[in-house]
């Protein structure tokens, strides 16, 4: 039998396709999973397939994250239905359109919402359920542009670095209770979110992100970059001064 | 958009938009799109009946969620844009195959039901599409229709060509294997004559196929190496991963590189690479059924004006007359052509009404895309005329409209069940309407 068999995994944004297809690679080792996403039939043509992939069991549970008092129900609900988690895996967010940020506090405040206080709102009760456990795994998707802001898109940046210094501190935290905190930066990803970018050689498919997600997780590495040749290319763009950086057209 | 192409790389086509379908729960409104739409997985179709020039195409490869499986029946049920190596992958090691396969197995379910394609157990199983319960259509009206066999939308979609509408999922019927291995034997033989004799006797065997030698001339031709196989009983063969290609081919080949001396030279050492007249080994599926699924593009080997592969198939007559006169057309254009495929297609009938596969021997071969390549083809189709044969639309890039008719008798009640959103280059190419 093989060895994550009765892994327990919480997936919130379950239906992007980084999640669905990390979501499979626990599928086809017999995982038990509880999915969380906005869209019920989504949600449901995921589960389904993840059933037919061999998970032990799929739940899903219908979570807009801007609800905090529902982001507490379903991590409740995840936690009783299994007794417990192995793994809570946190892939929803959304990329904002950077012009209209611009244009409007209220859309660049929607973003941050998404992107960055819905994630606090759901790991605020999962870090403390995983300290007391004393073990288990948190793990959250940012992105490379948390890595340094850029006039294209900042206001994601903003979001998605926030929430890496945010990880940093739960990791520091959780690391005491035995608990580990995977933060996950992909950079592009041939998804329904990139839909509008020009595709070039650096696009990783979905299936790839999925794995090595899965892999760094399993690995419970601290920070994965997705796949591993961002890490030298976000290297060297976090090592540009400012003073140079600013006049870059990036 | 370099990515919309098909795997001939001929012709040249450029959408004008691209519509992601990514869910079967909520697919976009088609009766918005102002150009014609065509549905595009893989891109496996070799010719131009997966392009859509100036038009929009429906991207599912994201619908690729599997839906149910019922393990004691060999039930599958997903998402059109699930590939059949998906499907292999997962089924496999339960004990159950494909009831047909092709030469490839990175083609999408949809795809596979849109040409109903053939594999090398025509003869025993028929088409893909006889075996597929039930799928679900979406016409460009909004309506969705599930469609079962004896539908004259299912006769219409089965073999289709994406034209009647997009399938958003089908079910598939299994059939169970005692393991992932197949017994092979390899036979050589000098001729067609004994090609034929071998042909004949195929019932006894599940799966079986010739590569075939068209450069040969006088008593050697159609020499060639004839393959058959069953599926063997449990073993210790490893069974084949779903894995991309190993290998890629990086670029376009320089025009010429494959001609007739490199091809001729390729044919030969093919056929005297097997020294003994027959050899029996089990190898694993994959091995026997995708051998070109380890090169990734192979296609560019062809150079940047890319290929086009000529199937037809033809009556099994006494003696082999249609496929005796096309060999001889070939080896005497001088034209370089690879290794040809050759098999006897059995007498199940397809279910589509515009299905290629139909009872006599088929044809596949290679060539690249020259002037004089073309005008030979366009001889070959009038050899296959003549004898109430059929040319393959799925490899298709250049018949003619009076071909297409010819070829299809079934035309005019294809045309009334198609949705008038839905067209492709090649459609526009050989209905002139």
């Given at each position: 039998?093989?060895?994550?068999?009765?892994?327990?995994?919480?997936?919130?944004?379950?239906?992007?396709?980084?999640?669905?297809?990390?979501?499979?690679?626990?599928?086809?080792?017999?995982?038990?999973?509880?999915?969380?996403?906005?869209?019920?039939?989504?949600?449901?043509?995921?589960?389904?397939?993840?059933?037919?992939?061999?998970?032990?069991?799929?739940?899903?549970?219908?979570?807009?994250?801007?609800?905090?008092?529902?982001?507490?129900?379903?991590?409740?609900?995840?936690?009783?239905?299994?007794?417990?988690?192995?793994?809570?895996?946190?892939?929803?967010?959304?990329?904002?359109?950077?012009?209209?940020?611009?244009?409007?506090?209220?859309?660049?405040?929607?973003?941050?919402?998404?992107?960055?206080?819905?994630a606090v709102a759901l790991l605020t009760p999962l870090a403390n359920r995983f300290e007391s456990a004393g073990?288990?795994?948190?793990?959250?998707?940012?992105?490379?542009?948390?890595?340094?802001?850029?006039?294209?898109?900042?206001?994601?940046?903003?979001?998605?670095?926030?929430?890496?210094?945010?990880?940093?501190?739960?990791?520091?935290?959780?690391?005491?209770?035995?608990?580990?905190?995977?933060?996950?930066?992909?950079?592009?990803?041939?998804?329904?979110?990139?839909?509008?970018?020009?595709?070039?050689?650096?696009?990783?498919?979905?299936?790839?992100?999925?794995?090595?997600?899965?892999?760094?997780?399993?690995?419970?590495?601290?920070?994965?970059?997705?796949?591993?040749?961002?890490?030298?290319?976000?290297?060297?763009?976090?090592?540009?001064?400012?003073?140079?950086?600013?006049?870059?057209?990036? | 958009?370099?990515?919309?192409?098909?795997?001939?790389?001929?012709?040249?086509?450029?959408?004008?938009?691209?519509?992601?379908?990514?869910?079967?729960?909520?697919?976009?409104?088609?009766?918005?799109?102002?150009?014609?739409?065509?549905?595009?997985?893989?891109?496996?179709?070799?010719?131009?009946?997966?392009?859509?020039?100036?038009?929009?195409?429906?991207?599912?490869?994201?619908?690729?969620?599997?839906?149910?499986?019922?393990?004691?029946?060999?039930?599958?049920?997903?998402?059109?844009?699930?590939?059949?190596?998906?499907?292999?992958?997962?089924?496999?090691?339960?004990?159950?195959?494909?009831?047909?396969?092709?030469?490839?197995?990175?083609?999408?379910?949809?795809?596979?039901?849109?040409?109903?394609?053939?594999?090398?157990?025509?003869?025993?199983?028929?088409?893909?599409?006889?075996?597929?319960?039930?799928?679900?259509?979406?016409?460009?009206?909004?309506?969705?229709?599930?469609?079962?066999?004896?539908?004259?939308?299912?006769?219409?979609?089965?073999?289709?060509?994406?034209?009647?509408?997009?399938?958003?999922?089908?079910?598939?019927?299994?059939?169970?294997?005692?393991?992932?291995?197949?017994?092979?034997?390899?036979?050589?033989?000098?001729?067609?004559?004994?090609?034929?004799?071998?042909?004949?006797?195929?019932?006894?065997?599940?799966?079986?196929?010739?590569?075939?030698?068209?450069?040969?001339?006088?008593?050697?031709?159609?020499?060639?190496?004839?393959?058959?196989?069953?599926?063997?009983?449990?073993?210790?063969?490893?069974?084949?991963?779903?894995?991309?290609?190993?290998?890629?081919?990086?670029?376009?080949?320089?025009?010429?590189?494959?001609?007739?001396?490199?091809?001729?030279?390729?044919?030969?050492?093919?056929?005297?690479g097997q020294l003994r007249g027959r050899l029996r080994s089990t190898v694993p599926y994959a091995a026997f059924?995708?051998?070109?699924?380890?090169?990734?593009?192979?296609?560019?080997?062809?150079?940047?004006?890319?290929?086009?592969?000529?199937?037809?198939?033809?009556?099994?007559?006494?003696?082999?007359?249609?496929?005796?006169?096309?060999?001889?057309?070939?080896?005497?254009?001088?034209?370089?052509?690879?290794?040809?495929?050759?098999?006897?297609?059995?007498?199940?009938?397809?279910?589509?009404?515009?299905?290629?596969?139909?009872?006599?021997?088929?044809?596949?071969?290679?060539?690249?895309?020259?002037?004089?390549?073309?005008?030979?083809?366009?001889?070959?189709?009038?050899?296959?005329?003549?004898?109430?044969?059929?040319?393959?639309?799925?490899?298709?890039?250049?018949?003619?409209?009076?071909?297409?008719?010819?070829?299809?008798?079934?035309?005019?009640?294809?045309?009334?069940?198609?949705?008038?959103?839905?067209?492709?280059?090649?459609?526009?190419?050989?209905?002139?309407?």
């Amino acid at each position: 039998m093989p060895p994550e068999t009765s892994t327990r995994v919480l997936i919130v944004g379950a239906t992007s396709a980084i999640a669905a297809e990390t979501a499979r690679v626990y599928a086809a080792y017999g995982a038990r999973l509880f999915l969380a996403g906005r869209n019920p039939q989504r949600l449901e043509a995921v589960a389904a397939d993840l059933r037919v992939r061999g998970a032990g069991s799929v739940l899903t549970a219908v979570l807009d994250v801007t609800d905090r008092q529902r982001c507490d129900a379903v991590v409740e609900e995840a936690w009783s239905t299994f007794g417990g988690l192995d793994v809570a895996l946190l892939a929803h967010g959304v990329l904002p359109d950077q012009a209209r940020c611009q244009a409007s506090a209220a859309a660049t405040i929607e973003a941050l919402e998404v992107n960055f206080t819905s994630a606090v709102a759901l790991l605020t009760p999962l870090a403390n359920r995983f300290e007391s456990a004393g073990r288990g795994c948190i793990a959250v998707i940012t992105s490379v542009a948390g890595d340094r802001g850029r006039q294209s898109n900042y206001v994601y940046g903003a979001a998605k670095g926030g929430l890496d210094r945010f990880l940093e501190g739960l990791r520091n935290r959780l690391f005491h209770a035995g608990v580990a905190v995977v933060t996950l930066k992909p950079g592009f990803v041939d998804t329904p979110m990139t839909a509008g970018l020009t595709q070039g050689p650096l696009f990783a498919s979905a299936r790839r992100a999925g794995r090595d997600i899965h892999r760094s997780i399993e690995r419970r590495r601290d920070v994965a970059y997705i796949p591993w040749f961002w890490r030298p290319i976000m290297a060297i763009l976090r090592s540009l001064p400012e003073t140079v950086f600013k006049r870059l057209r990036l | 958009m370099p990515r919309y192409r098909s795997w001939g790389r001929y012709p040249a086509a450029t959408p004008a938009a691209v519509l992601p379908v990514d869910w079967r729960s909520d697919p976009p409104a088609l009766d918005r799109v102002r150009q014609p739409v065509l549905p595009y997985a893989c891109g496996r179709s070799y010719g131009d009946s997966c392009l859509n020039d100036g038009g929009v195409v429906l991207d599912v490869r994201r619908l690729d969620r599997l839906i149910a499986f019922d393990q004691e029946r060999g039930l599958l049920q997903c998402e059109a844009g699930v590939t059949l190596a998906e499907i292999l992958a997962l089924v496999v090691p339960r004990g159950w195959f494909l009831p047909v396969v092709p030469g490839t197995r990175w083609v999408s379910v949809g795809g596979s039901i849109a040409n109903d394609i053939h594999g090398k157990n025509h003869h025993r199983a028929g088409t893909f599409g006889a075996h597929v319960s039930r799928f679900e259509l979406l016409r460009s009206t909004g309506q969705r229709t599930v469609c079962t066999p004896g539908d004259e939308l299912f006769r219409a979609t089965v073999g289709g060509l994406g034209l009647t509408g997009l399938i958003l999922w089908a079910e598939i019927m299994l059939k169970r294997i005692p393991g992932p291995a197949i017994a092979v034997e390899r036979i050589r033989f000098p001729g067609l004559d004994a090609f034929f004799a071998l042909a004949a006797d195929d019932r006894d065997f599940e799966y079986t196929v010739a590569w075939v030698d068209c450069l040969a001339r006088g008593p050697r031709l159609g020499r060639g190496i004839y393959m058959r196989g069953d599926h063997a009983p449990q073993d210790g063969t490893v069974p084949s991963p779903l894995r991309p290609a190993r290998f890629r081919v990086p670029l376009d080949a320089p025009a010429g590189v494959l001609n007739a001396t490199t091809l001729g030279l390729f044919n030969e050492a093919y056929y005297r690479g097997q020294l003994r007249g027959r050899l029996r080994s089990t190898v694993p599926y994959a091995a026997f059924f995708f051998p070109l699924d380890g090169v990734g593009d192979w296609g560019r080997l062809y150079g940047a004006n890319g290929f086009v592969q000529y199937q037809c198939v033809v009556p099994d007559v006494g003696g082999g007359g249609p496929i005796r006169a096309i060999f001889e057309r070939i080896s005497r254009s001088g034209e370089p052509a690879s290794l040809a495929v050759l098999k006897r297609f059995g007498n199940i009938r397809s279910p589509g009404l515009l299905s290629f596969p139909r009872e006599g021997m088929t044809l596949a071969v290679d060539f690249a895309v020259r002037g004089r390549t073309l005008a030979l083809l366009e001889d070959l189709d009038a050899i296959v005329r003549e004898t109430g044969g059929a040319v393959y639309p799925a490899k298709d890039a250049r018949m003619s409209a009076a071909s297409f008719r010819a070829f299809f008798p079934e035309l005019e009640r294809f045309t009334a069940q198609r949705d008038a959103k839905f067209s492709s280059s090649f459609w526009r190419r050989v209905h002139a309407s």
